[in-house]
């Protein structure tokens, strides 16, 4: 048995395979996860057909298909999104290697039900990080990625 990907510690077969092969997912952070768990598989069909309507044609399966090797992930936070609700958020830190380096994809993420499927809306990246451009980040300061790291340690490195 091979394990989800996703960190939920079931089997990929009864976790988010069947979600990234096309069953409904039946919360928001079900569908995150198994959207997380098409970028390590390389399911990139499954990440066009889950983005909402608005925003499935930019989605850019060139850059999803980079050099990237997914390591883990870890939800933060969740609100609403569950199996009665229409809309919620996940926030979720997703963390890969590319180009020998590690870096932490740090979202809250929105997503909506539409016609009785989960879609993911947008995200916001580095949610709670002050916004760029006040003063420089010191090589001790929290890595303004969000992945709780100082800053020399993560994206400095």
């Known amino acids: 048995m091979r394990r989800c ?3 939920s510690g079931a089997g990929l077969d009864t976790c988010c395979g069947p979600i990234v092969a096309g069953a409904a997912a039946r919360t928001a952070q079900a569908l995150m996860r198994s959207r ?19 925003t499935r044609g930019t989605f850019d399966r060139t ?39 590690a870096h932490v994809l740090h979202e809250l993420s929105r997503f909506r039900r539409e016609l009785g499927r989960w879609v993911y809306v947008d995200g916001l990246s580095n949610p709670g990080a002050a ?9 001790n300061d929290p ?14 490195a």
Do not use: N
């Open 5 to 7: 990907p996703c960190g």
């Open 36 to 54: 997380y768990t098409a970028h390590v598989i390389g399911d990139f069909g499954h990440l066009e057909r889950t983005h909402a309507p608005e």
């Open 63 to 101: 850059a999803a298909a980079g050099a990237i090797e997914w390591t883990g992930l870890e939800i933060l936070a969740s609100s609403g999104g569950g199996e009665t609700d229409d809309t919620g958020t996940v926030e979720f830190a997703a963390r890969f290697a590319q180009g020998g380096r």
């Open 131 to 139: 916004p760029r451009g006040r003063g420089k980040v010191g090589r």
């Open 143 to 156: 890595c303004p990625c969000g992945s709780g790291k100082k800053y020399k340690k993560c994206c400095a």
